[in-house]
């Protein structure tokens, strides 16, 4: 059998010649991408902080990039739960991943707030609007609806992307 490599559904060949990897409505897939796209936006991030704070210490940056691979780790994970079990609401791509972007920004900003203050402080003026460190929960929500659109579209949701076959 011979895979091709596709946008709408991702494959690689195997020594067994099944084309297993990545495909169509697949959790993997939906993990992949989240990575992926997780670590663009920690790349961003790790090589453009010290052009606008040069005084950010090398071990933040590495933790901005980690942090948003795992952030997309998790927005690609969590595409399996469409039905909330408790409340009993639909929760659809924009929900889970705006709500999972944004939690996840919150934590950051509670672990690093005075290194984010610093950063907010150099980037704006004092007094500004924009000067808190928690804007980077909205910058989650925005990150997050990008993956988890990207990673719905190409690897689908809920139980079709559950394979029973392993």
């Known amino acids: 059998m011979n895979c091709t490599l596709t946008l709408p559904g991702i494959a690689t060949e195997f020594?067994?010649?099944?084309?297993?990897m990545f495909?169509?409505?697949?959790?993997i897939t939906r993990i992949a991408i989240g990575k992926s796209i997780g670590l663009v936006v920690g790349l961003v991030g790790f090589l453009l902080?010290?052009?606008?704070?040069p005084e950010v210490p090398l071990l933040f940056r590495w933790g901005i990039l980690l942090w948003y691979i795992t952030v997309g780790a998790f927005i690609g994970v969590f595409g399996v739960f469409t039905w909330h079990p408790i409340l009993h609401l639909p929760m659809p791509w924009w929900f889970r991943s705006s709500i999972i972007g944004a939690w996840m920004?919150?934590?950051l900003t509670l672990f690093t707030y005075e290194q984010l203050h610093l950063?907010?402080?150099?980037?704006?003026?004092?007094?500004?609007?924009?000067?808190?460190?928690?804007w980077l929960v909205l910058e989650g929500a925005v990150i997050g609806l990008v993956i988890g659109y990207v990673a719905t579209r190409i690897g689908g949701e809920g139980k079709e992307i559950?394979?029973?076959?392993i």
């Open 15 to 20: 020594l067994s010649g099944e084309c297993i």
């Open 23 to 27: 495909k169509r409505n697949s959790l």
């Open 49 to 53: 902080l010290p052009l606008f704070s």
């Open 119 to 134: 950063m907010m402080l150099a980037f704006f003026s004092e007094g500004s609007l924009f000067q808190s460190p928690f």
């Open 162 to 165: 559950i394979d029973e076959e």
């Open 105 to 107: 920004n919150f934590v």
